[in-house]
């Protein structure tokens, strides 16, 4: 063979082994950067496994603690309403009677009646009260549309409840009324009324009681008392009204015929422009009943 024909082959050989060199390149680098391409979709994918596991150890604690709260929030339902059932229990053995004081000034009650029983000195069987002086508002017809809403909280809390009157026309005397929350068989009788003075600066609430000397009910005084001053107490903090304390009385014909403790709530006066205002306004009227039952209920030992 001729040296140019050697040359010839010997270079057509090295360019099949440079080809055959860049193929193996080519090859091993196609296979290198799928083993890369595995080995980082692995990696990604043990990565996303990570997160899912994460995310579901989160769902899972989330999960825990929401159970845990709505547990916690259904057993506070529960204690609250077997506290509820308890003091509706307790209530429920209680009567209490409700005087709205007062009679409308178209029912003369001018006629006369004992003070007391057994008493020489005779006052009027019932009068028609004050009047508001900014509302117009009567005082008999305030204190019917408080009693009555009183009756209303008093019957939720499991209270038995008895009106010396419902209407502003039936004619009943003040002693009539003690006989008849006695007779109904009410363990306290509370008589709702309201105040008037002629200075229109005087504002806030006060309660009348008898004393221990009075001849007809003094036995009731230390009981009547502790009823008053929890009852103004519980209003007065309701109300944002002036505490005016606990005055002794023993002229009132309503008070003198009672067999059970008994008070007057007067709930503030009607010749003050803002107590009048604010007695006659609905929602301020919750206020007032929500507080007086508070005091019925530290009365009898319920809270």
Known sequence: MGVKKKQIVIGSILALAAAILVCAVILIYRYSKKDEDSRALTASAGRESMGVKHAKRNIEKITEVTKAKDEERRRAEEERLEAEAAKKAQAASKIVALDPGH?????????????GPGSQEMKAKCTSGTTGKYTGIPEYQLTLDISLLLRTELESRGYQVVLTR???ETAISNSERALMAADSGADIYVRIHANGSENTGVSGALALVPSASNPYVGSLAGDSYTLAELVLNAYCGQTGFANKGIQMNDTMTGMNWSRVPVMILEMGFMSNENDDYSMADRQFRRQMVTGIADGIDQYFGIN
């Open 103 to 115: 009679q409308s000034f178209a029912i003369d009650m001018s006629a006369k009646e004992p003070n």
């Open 166 to 168: 419902e209407d502003n």
